[in-house]
């Protein structure tokens, strides 16, 4: 027995006393199969944005059209790259092996040192013009699909906020409420434990980061794994403390809790080579292992296993014929696993960014393998999305919320790291064994050079429109029409008396 009471979520309360044991969304067997084959079948290198929008909504379009915008932004850094790898000869080699020892680096091995500078500079302006580029993009794409100005604290709930029933002041429904000072109360109270997690996590470095910088990078891989499981997990309980209204604000104040973890979880090892150890070769091996292993044990995992489950496991359970009940469809895709979201998808690109703008000056092939890796990671999440999973609720939204603030965050962070990988280049290292420049005066400079690099950073954010011009007008357009609106509704209401 149960009672309902006004304005609440039947469903969920059906739910939450075992009446309805599971709600999803229907495939649509026709829609999928033309979805499919304009998407991930033949040699389509144009994905079906609209299509993906309108099948499977937004926040699935708009996580593959940034895959597809951020795999062929891939391609500058990967050409240059190129350039820089095999130009040299022998001359690299010699380089590459020396690292910061540099005792016998003959001279005429500038130019490839200065290749590594270039490189640098070049991904660290890099970040910066592609992300500010994709958010031209993103008001583009949110414009086109009509999510460009959502009002999401008008919307309904989401099904697990939790609050005393009562009036909501703006909109005059009765739901339930939940008090401002509350959350951020518990959100005070929730941030103690992340920052005792994240700091356990730092004093293990000694126990735990140490032995992997020596360890195959597979360790490495399934270490980070682990602990990203865990901390997600503890992580999803915390925010669901927290009772967001919004379902973007549940998910943002989620994602921020992950990614700061994900950071030091991906990148620690790669800054302590870089920062304590100040070995230039062991971090460009490390580098160069993770991108190789990591990539294959992904195509593993993203490509072979997935099909080969669907062709062996999940394929004869959904065998259907035309004169099956429809009942027994409708089970079939029951039986399917939930959608689990595109989380891991957005930490992949993300650690992904990360080598590419921290790190690929001491090894200029990182955006050419990430380039090789995405465009089968786009078929292979696309495949995934549609044969594997129950078919996702879709609530739509305007943008990638929290995770391009994480991207634009890495951006900065990639000056300080590149500087500091350029006071450890060979040459500049052979001029301060040889007196020819002391370290103060070489410290003194990276930093004069990090503070030039930021400021051209945030000139370029600013130089370029977060939004095309016609998006600028036409928002004016809007804003002049309901203005109109108001008027022509105050003239027709009779004066009262």
């Known amino acids: 027995n149960f009672t309902l009471k006004k304005r609440d979520i039947i469903w969920q309360k059906l739910g939450s006393v075992g009446v309805i044991v599971d709600t999803l969304p229907l495939h ?24 993906i929008n309108e099948y499977f909504g937004s926040p699935v379009a708009f996580y593959f059209s940034f895959l597809d915008f951020y795999t062929w932004s891939l391609l500058p850094p990967a050409v240059m790259g190129l350039f820089i790898a095999y130009s040299s000869g022998d001359d690299q080699k010699e380089v590459l092996e020396a690292g910061s020892q540099v005792g016998d680096i003959q001279e005429d091995s500038g130019f490839v040192i200065s290749g590594h500078m270039i490189l640098a500079v070049f991904s660290m302006l890099w970040s910066t013009v592609v992300m500010e580029m994709w958010k031209r993009r993103s008001a583009s794409l949110s414009y086109r699909w009509g999510t460009l100005n959502l009002a999401e604290r008008f919307a309904e709930p989401r099904p697990g906020y939790r609050g005393e029933l009562g009036t909501n ?59 990203a499981t865990v901390y997600k997990t503890a992580a999803e309980s915390l925010t ?26 991906n990148f620690a090892v790669l800054f302590h ?46 065998n259907e014929k035309e004169e099956d009940p429809v009942e027994d469809k409708f089970r079939n895709q029951g039986n399917m696993p939930p959608f689990p979201g595109l989380f891991a998808e957005y930490i992949e690109l993300l650690v992904q960014f990360g080598y590419l703008s921290l790190f690929s000056c001491v090894f200029p092939l990182t955006a050419v393998l990430l380039l090789l890796n995405n465009l089968t990671e786009i078929r292979s999440d696309a495949y995934k999305i549609c044969k594997l999973f129950r078919k996702p609720f879709s609530p739509s939204v305007g943008d990638m919320g929290v995770w391009q603030i994480a991207f634009e965050v890495l951006s900065f962070v990639s000056v300080v790291s590149n500087c500091w990988l350029l006071v450890l280049s060979p040459r500049l290292q052979e001029k301060c064994r040889r007196g020819e420049m002391s370290s103060t005066d070489l410290l003194l400079g990276a930093v004069i050079v990090e503070h030039l690099l930021i400021l051209v950073k945030v000139i370029i954010a600013a130089l370029i429109p977060d939004e095309p011009n016609w998006i600028s007008k036409k928002k004016e357009q809007w804003e002049y029409k309901s203005m109109q609106a108001l008027r022509q509704q105050k003239l027709l209401q009779p004066e009262k008396s």
């Open 28 to 51: 649509n067997p026709n829609k999928l199969k033309d979805l499919s084959k304009a998407w991930y079948f033949g040699n389509q290198l144009v994905q079906p944005l609209d299509k």
């Open 240 to 265: 669901e403390y927290e009772n967001h209204r919004e379902e973007s604000a549940h998910q943002n104040h989620l994602t921020a809790k992950v990614l700061v973890f994900t950071f030091f979880n």
């Open 273 to 318: 080579i870089a920062f304590f150890k100040q070995d230039v070769p062991l971090l460009r091996k490390r580098l160069a292992s993770l991108l190789i292993v990591s990539q294959l044990v992904n195509q593993v995992t993203e490509v072979v296993i997935p099909y080969l489950v669907d062709r062996f496991i999940s394929s004869p359970k959904r």
């Open 169 to 227: 002041p703006v909109t005059g429904r009765v739901e339930p409420l939940f008090p401002e000072w509350q959350r951020g109360l518990r959100m005070a109270l929730v941030s103690v434990p992340v920052a005792r997690v994240q700091k356990l996590h730092t004093d293990w470095d000694s126990l735990l980061t140490r032995p992997l910088l020596y360890a195959p990078s597979v360790l490495h891989i399934v270490y980070t794994n682990m602990l």
